[in-house]
């Protein structure tokens, strides 16, 4: 909301449904992680952009903090000891983009695509499981944003068992499809 002009922001509303959904789950006391307000802590400390200029969708960049944050809060919450793996150097580029970075920008249909933000995509290495190491088996249900966790990086294939599921509008989807 910061990038829209105050002469558009008649935001007149009290309350928003995220605003709704986090009463909710605070009210029947489901765990959850809030991903929207640990990024308005962030956004403005880190290197490069959580959202891409043209993209709809956290960048991969962001994907890469979410997995980290969820995974350890996996493994906290549970005790089991997930596939690690490192996010090394990658590369920075404002024209080769993966997945989601660009899909407005190519929604838009222009003549000449807008000037991009700088996007990052590290490297991510996975460690080799050991005798400790667990794959469980989840049910994942999100919306278009869950599909970052496949794709940029092979990240729910790697770590999660196969017989995982994602629901996606209630619909049950296996990925990778």
Known sequence: ??????????????????????????NYSI????????????????AYPLFPKCGTHWSGYAMTLVADTLFSYIENKTGCKLLSYQSKPGYTTNSDF??????????????VDIP???????EIVFNKPDSSTSRPHVLCIGDSFTQSFWGFYPLFDSVFGNQSQYWYYNRIISWPD
């Open 1 to 26: 909301p910061e990038y829209i002009p105050e002469s558009w922001n008649n935001r007149s509303y009290a309350k928003t449904n995220y605003d709704g959904y986090v009463e909710q789950l605070r």
């Open 31 to 46: 765990n959850y992680i809030d991903m929207r307000q640990y990024f308005q802590q962030i956004k403005k400390k880190v």
């Open 98 to 111: 993966r997945f989601t970075d660009n899909d407005i920008g190519k929604g838009m249909n222009l003549l």
């Open 116 to 122: 991009s933000w700088e996007v990052y995509f590290p």
